[in-house]
């Protein structure tokens, strides 16, 4: 059974920082661009970053540009997301997403990706 989790929510004052990771399970990330999408209350679902099956091409939203990094690591079949200088803004359920992508980039797009997480919570709050 394909599987992602993700991990390393939590609760975090405004400037600070935390880092999320996707992890695969029943599958190799290998073949897969992955995305990280979130969801706050009572907004849609919204793209935040993607990084390519080779992590050589990698998409930003500008709401997250210059704060957020994302990078893999295929040896550990995990994707993590550096976020820092949060703001009270990012917060929402942060989901990672699997995309079978044998291209050398990402769709930073809900409907392109097929395998899903459960979700993490990151909530910005002093």
């Known amino acids: 059974q394909l599987q992602l989790v993700e991990s390393g929510g939590g609760l975090v004052q405004p400037g600070g920082s935390l880092r999320l990771s996707c992890a695969a399970s029943?599958?190799?990330?290998?073949?897969?661009?992955i995305g990280w999408f979130r969801q706050a209350p009572g907004k849609e679902r919204e793209g935040v970053s993607c990084?390519?099956?080779?992590?050589?091409?990698?998409t930003y939203a500008d709401s997250v540009k210059g704060r957020f990094t994302i990078s893999r690591d295929n040896a550990k079949n995990t994707v993590y997301l550096q976020m820092n200088s949060l703001k009270p803004e990012d917060t929402a359920v942060y989901y990672c997403?699997?995309?079978?992508?044998?291209?050398?980039?990402?769709?930073?797009?809900?409907?392109?990706?097929?395998?899903w997480g459960q979700g993490a919570l990151v909530s910005v709050s002093s």
């Open positions: 029943g599958f190799t990330l290998n073949y897969y661009a």
């Open positions: 990084i390519s099956r080779s992590g050589g091409s990698t």
């Open positions: 997403a699997a995309d079978w992508n044998l291209s050398g980039k990402c769709v930073l797009s809900v409907s392109a990706f097929e395998v």
